[in-house]
């Protein structure tokens, strides 16, 4: 004598690990008859909750990945403080369309601004979406690198940076890279264009200057900024660092005030002369 099929669906479900559609399947089975759902719609919304829960699970995992510093959101930044922004910009950038383009984004401008934030952001939503994000400053991961070199590991710390769908390097060009570690930023940035897979990039450095960035080196820097900017998108932001208007606010002194000018007369003559940095 055969089994029947209702007996055989918990058991089925449990084997194939479709727990969550397990625990709701008497709860859908009464709900479908009395409100005579269709085959296909029963089906559906039984596997709708198994698939939602995966996904947050998934999403969980890229969290812990990721190892964001802390978790910024797009609609937490005060796109009114920087009107440098084109806001339109950074609603496409969200989309993750970049992504799937394998296009890099590069946020240029001084500290303080936000660039960090709007990284973070931007890597917090391809992880929603289910996607592998790694964030890193750049001199812990060179460092990082730097030490699995002389641990003869390397090439799992390499890949570590070049699997993921984005990576999310910070702060380059902050601290002096030596040789070695610029060496190893550049096959980062290397690897990753070969991949096709997007970089988010954030500097306090112009283009003209990254030369400084890769130890002095103009060729190394030519080369990664040839393969950095092949496919991207470039946001200069300008303005004021947010930590500097807020001590304006609670009225905190400046810390590198402008030297104030002020007129002395020279000796002999009947003029006075603007001196500007007077000792």
């Not at 964001?68 to 993750?96: H, N, W």
Request: aromatic share 8%.
């Amino acid at each position: 004598m055969s089994i029947p099929y209702e007996q055989k669906a918990p058991a089925a479900l449990d084997q194939l690990g479709l727990t969550v559609a397990l625990t709701h399947l008497d709860q859908a089975c009464q709900q479908a008859a009395a409100e005579a759902w269709s085959y296909s719609h029963f089906l559906g919304y039984l596997l709708d909750g198994e698939l939602a829960e995966r996904h947050r699970k998934t999403v969980q995992l890229n969290f812990q990945f990721a190892h964001f510093p802390c978790l910024k959101r797009l609609e937490e930044f005060e796109f009114s403080a920087q009107p440098t922004i084109d806001r339109r910009l950074i609603d496409e950038l969200a989309t993750g369309r970049f992504v799937h383009d394998g296009r890099n984004i590069i946020f240029l401008g001084p500290p303080g601004i936000g660039k960090t934030h709007l990284a973070i952001a931007l890597g917090v939503l391809i992880a929603e979406m289910g996607h592998r994000v790694y964030f890193s400053a750049a001199i812990d991961m060179v460092r990082r690198l730097a030490k699995a070199m002389a641990d003869n590991r390397l090439h799992r710390e390499m890949n570590n940076l070049t699997r993921p769908k984005l990576l999310i390097i910070d702060e380059v060009g902050y601290l002096a890279l030596e040789t070695a570690e610029a060496s190893l930023l550049f096959q980062v940035i290397s690897q990753r264009y070969e991949r096709q897979q997007p970089i988010v990039l954030t500097s306090n450095k112009a283009f003209a200057d990254w030369s400084h960035v890769f130890a002095s080196d103009p060729i190394m820097a030519s080369a990664a900024l040839d393969r950095l900017l092949h496919r991207s998108t470039v946001i200069n932001i300008r303005g004021d660092s947010y930590r500097m208007k807020e001590k304006r606010k609670a009225g905190s002194p400046d810390p590198n005030p402008q030297p104030q000018p002020r007129r002395r007369r020279v000796p002999d003559s009947s003029k006075e002369v603007l001196i500007v940095n007077d000792p």
